[in-house]
């Protein structure tokens, strides 16, 4: 046992999606860590290297996660370098390897982070180099040893990236939709909905089926890195591969404990190309079979039973207008989409709506009982919880579709009212 990377316990600083660092805080307590300061796209607590290798492996709405290695007072880059050529980088790191510096550097004296950056990887060659007569190459490929350096100001910080390569990219989109939901974003809004990963979900224009992927694995405790086979920390020189197998060992256990008792997940689309996308992807997420599919408009989703007492969950992405689709012919879309909200919650389903164009849900006689913020490819957009279409809406639906039966309207908050974050309103910052 490697006791560098099993018994010395540091500050782990976990980033996330801007707005969803609640969830991530919730997910780091139902793994027995303690959450710490959340700074809007991150969250710290602490831990061993080898608690690193549960959070990579576990955390749904987790990007990176960087280990500590010093915090100090920096003015310019040689004060950076100063710092960091006194750390014994021979204790984490190959002489033999090879090691990529990523940077987060807000400095009056720093025109070109590259530079700072450069002063970081200065500093390792020389110390490797005095520790042990060589040093390891660097670059910027992200596949083997990583270190982060976060400097605002006169506050500078060094981690060890544990992480590599960003644990959004899960490795099962075989086919992209467009504009496609980033994976820890659709996790975030499973997790974030009050689904009891129970009863039935449903995704209505569900491109390339994340939110569906991701809805199941959350049910059937699979862990999110499961197909993943490269992780920055296995390039530690002080890395133990004991503690990934017995890591892999115990995902695979639950996985296999939890697919007894899945719930049925519902994935639709009235584009055949995103539908074909999304067969692709649930096959790559090793979910053919789990997950129903099928080819037709939001209004003829299929909606399956709830069990008495229980409350399934719809989660939908529409278009809105910016990347996809032209506002002005998509008031009749999210008409339709909020009958379809309608017949769900008659049926007994709760439901989620992102959207990056509140205005116009709101203008096609959409409103919610709770509004939140989330950002989506630096989208500020609307999360719409229980949302419900105007007694006006309704009819002008009907008079589109007179085949087709939608219940009466229940009262809601106009969007905008009762608006909260999905993270209390504070600074958003990178780690320091």
Known sequence: MNSVFNDEPSKIVVTCPPGVAHVLSQELSELGFRPGASLGSSVETEGTLADCVAMNFRLRTAHRVLYALDVFRARNGEDVYDELVALPWERYLDPD???SVDRAVDNPTIRDSRYAALKVKDAIADRMRNACGRRPDSGSDRTDACVFLHWVGDRASVYLDTTGVSLSFRGYRAVSSEAPLRETLAAALVLGSGWNRRDPFLNPMCGGATIAIEALWAA??????LLR??????????????VLTRERASALRDWEEGKKNAPVVVASDVDSGAVDAARANVEAAGAAGAVQIECCDV???PVPPVPEGGRGMAILNPPYGG???DPVRLRDTYEDLGAFLAVAAEAGYGSVVITGNPELAEGAGLSARRVRTVHSGGIECALLFDASLSQAARRRFRRRNPGIRIPDAEESLP???DAETMNPPQRTASPS
Do not use: E, K
Not at 220 to 225: D, E, G, L
Not at 229 to 242: E, G, R, T, V
């Open 415 to 417: 969007l905008g009212q």
């Open 299 to 301: 209004v003829d989703s």
């Open 229 to 242: 086979d490269n992780f920055a920390f296995m390039h530690l020189s002080c890395f133990d591969p004991s």
């Open 220 to 225: 059937q405790n699979r862990a999110p890195a």
């Open 323 to 325: 990347r996809i689709g």
């Open 97 to 99: 390897g090879y090691v």
